[in-house]
């Protein structure tokens, strides 16, 4: 079994709707959560991190970590076609570690 | 100039060949780490570097080595390349003092 685990999608979407991705994990060790944003044939860029559980906001996006149930989540609001890519959750037990990724989530929003 | 450079971008090799992937990074970081990529299984670590003199296997090293030739260069070797190694690879460095990586824009290998 994976350390996290995220659906692959793809999700589809109207542009304006909300976009749900999440990922749970089994390692309880895990401390720092990110949500990396990958376009096609280019890297991951980091887009939100959060540290512990609790609730982060960035324009647009917003993360959620539950460490409880082991389960984060990333929210985007008002999804525009350029929002269109692969998220990838990431996470690690201290700050500069190496990351632990997800498989990713294909998303498309249609115009 | 981007943060992290990757050569070559593509490659096609044949099984039996060893082949060099290069990345450098001018981000002036110390940690450097090289993922592989296939779909539906999100990146794996194949090996990892926190500074020149220290070299560290990630979870996916069979038939693959390093080489930490400078602070801002890491290279990937494959001695002797297998079709199951074609993967889309990437070279990425973080800062201690904080969380996010830097990615490179990747290298697409086809092992045929």
């Known amino acids: 079994q994976k350390e996290v685990e995220q659906d692959p999608g793809p999700l589809s979407v109207p542009e304006g709707a909300i976009v749900s991705l999440n990922c749970t994990y089994s390692n309880s060790a895990f401390q720092y959560f990110m949500w990396y944003r990958q376009y096609s044939r280019k890297g991951p860029e980091l887009l939100m991190y959060t540290y512990s559980s609790g609730n982060k906001e960035d324009g647009r996006f917003t993360a959620q970590v539950d460490k409880s149930s082991k389960y984060i989540s990333l929210f985007i609001r008002d999804s525009q076609p350029s929002d269109s890519a692969t998220y990838l959750c990431a996470m690690n037990k201290a700050a500069g570690n190496k990351l632990t990724f997800g498989g990713g989530t294909r998303v498309l929003v249609k115009p | 100039d981007a943060d992290v450079t990757q050569t070559p971008r593509n490659r096609i090799t044949k099984t039996g060949k060893r082949i060099m992937l290069e990345c450098s990074q001018t981000?002036?970081?110390?940690?450097m780490y090289w993922y592989r990529q296939d779909p539906g299984l999100g990146l794996r670590l194949i090996y990892y570097s926190f500074d020149v003199k220290d070299i560290n296997k990630g979870e996916i090293s069979d038939g693959y080595s390093v080489s930490r030739q400078a602070q801002a260069k890491f290279s990937l070797s494959l001695e002797s390349a297998i079709p199951n190694q074609t993967a889309l690879y990437f070279c990425?460095?973080?800062?201690?003092?904080?969380?996010?990586?830097?990615f490179g824009s990747g290298t697409r290998l086809t092992v045929v």
């Open positions: 990425a460095t973080s800062d201690p003092r904080n969380y996010g990586y830097t």
């Open positions: 981000k002036g970081h110390d940690r």
